[in-house]
């Protein structure tokens, strides 16, 4: 005799003083866990749950037509059915769309993790500011779509940070919109979010940080935080973006804080490291931790630039600065996007990396240029020098090389 589930013993309804799904011994329950017997063993008990089982409870999937219980249940079970895929028809699911190439996709949730202090922010920042532009990302092709940037911490050091971006990069940081506030993940106002997202359709958005919109959420629990992830499935479901984490470390530095429930969430971690301590001798290492169903990046290392706001200066007459991230790495590659200023910085960031004396002039920099793999002509080189020569000055007038005083190193 085959077995067949009946609805009936799905429900917990006291039937004749006894709840139904008790009466069956653990020899009498699925592998779910559920209740079955075959039909000519039912109890006195099974019989088909109430019509109005289903009254003032919501259930988006229930149909609208008038069923009962019994008949909406053999629905749910054919349509389950139906979404059942044999190994032709995963052909059909489309792959992975990248928003970054390599780095961030469409469509999963991700997350930036490091300590205080590791400029994890700035790397957040520099993502929206690309993909918002549709400006490679330090040679990764990007997918142009709006971002939506949720500043739950640090609001006030924004907009420095999104000007020095604009004036290093010669271009508006178009495509971005910031909400400079948190929403917390468990109150109703993130199904406003949701809403928003799934209205304006961007292709990334930032939750900087996630320690902020789950304020009174115990981060170590995996049941509290699994219903964080539900929430931020609906966000990524309803939106169809790149969901991008941003987090603190846990104690060992080398992950995460928090319950493994979020990274087993996750198709993309990526994490951030710094060494060094002041400007000139930094170094912010992208590094990825987990890329779920694709290709990994390679290291990525970043120097630091510090950028003077043109037209805006403190009440003392000193300038006012802000940070954005050069890379070091790929320095030999032509970097046509940037301008010709951009390409000076970041062959001054990769000397300052090297610890290059900033007094070399334009001979001994070729020479050590060649060493590094640094391809560029005479006159370029002599502009790199004038151009660390002038801010060494520039900083032991008016600024320090420590990092300290930028109060923005998140």
Excluded at 145 to 171: C, D, S, T
Excluded at 228 to 237: A, C, I, T
Excluded at 384 to 399: I, M
Aim: aromatic fraction near 4%.
């Amino acid at each position: 005799m085959t077995t067949q589930l009946d609805p009936a013993l799905f429900c917990a309804h006291p039937v004749n003083g006894r709840t139904c799904d008790n009466q069956s011994s653990s020899h009498e329950r699925g592998a779910l866990g559920h209740p079955f017997k075959a039909p000519e063993a039912q109890p006195p008990c099974a019989e088909p749950p109430p019509d109005d089982m289903w009254n003032g409870k919501e259930d988006a999937t229930r149909p609208t037509t008038d069923l009962s219980s019994a008949e909406y249940f053999e629905a749910r079970v054919r349509a389950l059915e139906g979404e059942l895929l044999d190994s032709a028809a995963l052909d059909n699911i489309e792959p992975l769309e990248p928003v970054i190439t390599d780095v961030l996709y469409r469509d999963t949730l991700a997350r930036v993790y490091g300590a205080s202090g590791t400029f994890k922010s700035f790397m957040t920042l520099d993502f929206a500011g690309c993909v918002g532009s549709g400006m490679a990302w330090h040679g990764q092709e990007v997918t142009q779509g709006p971002v939506i940037y949720l500043v739950a911490e640090g609001m006030r050091g924004i907009r420095k940070r999104v000007r020095a971006w604009e004036q290093h990069h010669q271009r508006k940081m178009t495509g971005v919109f910031f909400l400079p506030r948190p929403v917390q993940a468990m109150d109703p106002e993130w199904l406003v979010l949701v809403e928003l997202c799934r209205r304006r359709k961007p292709a990334l958005v930032v939750i900087d940080t996630q320690a902020r919109v789950t304020v009174g959420i115990e981060e170590n629990s995996n049941t509290e935080m699994g219903r964080v992830v539900d929430r931020m499935e609906q966000l990524r479901g309803a939106s169809e973006a790149c969901i991008l984490l941003v987090h603190h470390t846990g104690h060992d530095g080398d992950r995460g804080r928090g319950a493994t429930a979020v990274k087993g969430a996750l198709q993309t971690e990526l994490g951030v490291e710094r060494t060094g301590k002041g400007l000139l001798d930094t170094q912010i290492k992208l590094k990825t931790g987990k890329q779920k169903d694709d290709e990994e990046l390679g290291d990525v290392v970043f120097g630091l630039h510090q950028i003077a706001l043109d037209g805006e200066t403190k009440e003392d007459g000193s300038p006012v600065t802000s940070i954005v991230l050069v890379p070091l790495n790929p320095v030999s590659q032509p970097q046509a996007r940037t301008g010709q200023q951009g390409r000076i910085e970041e062959i001054a960031a990769a000397l300052d990396a090297a610890k290059v004396p900033v007094d070399w002039g334009r001979d001994r920099l070729r020479h050590k240029c060649s060493a590094l793999g640094i391809k560029a002509e005479n006159k370029l080189l002599s502009e790199v020098a004038d151009f660390r020569k002038n801010r060494a000055n520039h900083l032991s007038a008016n600024l320090s090389a420590d990092l300290g005083g930028t109060g923005q190193d998140e």
